[in-house]
């Protein structure tokens, strides 16, 4: 594994990308941004036990992931500017304490409050994908990222099945101060392996938020990637953060049996690495066609999973993960390609894009089930990758092609 040493601007110096640290990154990728999902299968635990009515509970996800765009579009462009070991550490801090203050939050106020802030300090993550991009060989960016990538999407699916056993026999208290610890032990092992990186970019912090605007201005292909991954991802979290309470009222599964669906749903993660490789060797453009039409397609089974049981709700959650991930991937691996010395910059606007996504999609899943039930939700959430497939056939396919 490699020792740390120091990064000017984005060159390493006796820095060596090893197996050992790739998979430390993908491994500490998935245990922080899983802070952002501990909650949404155990939220109607969580209420009846914080006094909270059915709104407020539902505002519990949202928040969490509208923090994340926060912190994403606020701290992670400090990434270009600041030493990046000590940047992710700082915020990493920064949710542990968060975690621990959720364990013993006694009002509905005060956690929803620490729900906004876990999010908003839960964005180390996206310090260490741009770290790794730039460690990495161009002609392996995407297969590493795809890899660290995969990583992540197991945290966000692994964190529920984790999260609703927990819950189930040990209370949902328990839920955050595992998570604190969690998080204590991968800052710790992060602060003593990974590289030092300070940036040669120099400017003021308002002016490096400032250059975002000409980012997104100059840049379409910036502008369509985080477009379809913030319609993928509106489906997902409408998905992910309604299916729990179908499991629950139409089928009656415990918080163990709902684990072992999200579980399952884990082996959509399997996308990341062979997208990152169909990047690499330029075949983005009709992967990014499959990934939207299957995101589109994998709602079919769920809209008629009555007559197929929790079977058609399985494959939807198996279809849709992988569809997401795949877009994802090579999302990043094209923004990445647009200007290194801004990669903190473009992922943050790239990510905040898809958390603000995110975050419309759970905020949506509570009224939608409560005025239509399950075909409601299904009918809305495919509504989201279906855009996204229109308007990259219509529109994006041209700027991805040029960038080939």
Request: charged fraction near 10%; proline fraction near 4%.
């Amino acid at each position: 594994m490699s020792t740390p040493s120091r990064m000017h601007g984005g060159t390493p110096h006796a820095v060596h990308l090893t197996q050992g640290l790739i998979a430390l990154f993908a491994f500490s990728c998935g245990a922080i941004v899983a802070n952002l999902y501990y909650a949404q299968p155990i939220i109607e635990l969580i209420a009846p036990s914080l006094h909270m009515t059915g709104g407020a509970a539902s505002l519990i996800v949202s928040l969490t992931q509208i923090g994340y765009a926060l912190g994403l579009f606020f701290i992670v462009p400090l990434g270009d500017l600041l030493e990046n070991r000590r940047l992710m550490i700082v915020t990493a801090l920064v949710s542990i304490a968060s975690l621990i203050a959720a364990s013993l939050a006694q009002s509905a106020g005060v956690f929803l409050a620490i729900s906004l802030l876990i999010g908003f300090s839960s964005v180390a993550v996206q310090i260490l994908i741009p770290l790794a991009a730039h460690l990495a060989p161009d002609h392996a960016r995407g297969r590493i990222v795809g890899t660290i990538m995969g990583g992540l999407l197991l945290g966000i699916l692994l964190s529920r099945p984790l999260s609703s056993v927990l819950a189930d026999h040990f209370g949902w208290r328990t839920v955050f101060a595992g998570a604190a610890m969690l998080m204590t032990l991968v800052t710790a092992v992060l602060a003593l392996t990974i590289p030092r990186r300070q940036p040669e970019h120099r400017a003021t912090y308002f002016a490096l938020l400032g250059s975002l605007i000409t980012l997104v201005r100059t840049l379409p292909v910036l502008r369509h990637r985080a477009l379809y991954q913030a319609l993928m991802f509106a489906s997902f979290s409408l998905f992910w953060t309604a299916v729990p309470i179908e499991l629950t009222r139409h089928y009656g599964l415990s918080q163990t049996a709902i684990a072992l669906f999200a579980l399952v749903g884990a082996i959509g993660a399997t996308s990341a690495p062979v997208s990152g490789r169909l990047a690499d060797a330029g075949h983005s453009v009709r992967a990014t066609v499959a990934a939207l039409i299957v995101g589109t397609l994998s709602f079919l089974p769920a809209l008629v999973h009555p007559a197929f049981g929790v079977f058609g709700l399985v494959v939807t959650g198996v279809a849709l993960d992988f569809a997401a991930q795949m877009n994802m991937v090579l999302g990043q691996r094209e923004i990445y390609a647009l200007h290194a010395a801004s990669r903190n910059r473009l992922n943050a606007l790239y990510m905040t894009s898809i958390f603000v996504g995110g975050a419309f999609g759970s905020a949506l899943a509570g009224p939608l089930y409560e005025r239509g039930g399950w075909t409601l939700v299904a009918c809305v959430a495919l509504v989201f990758p279906l855009i996204a497939c229109v308007h990259f056939l219509l529109i994006g396919k041209p700027h991805a092609a040029a960038q080939r």
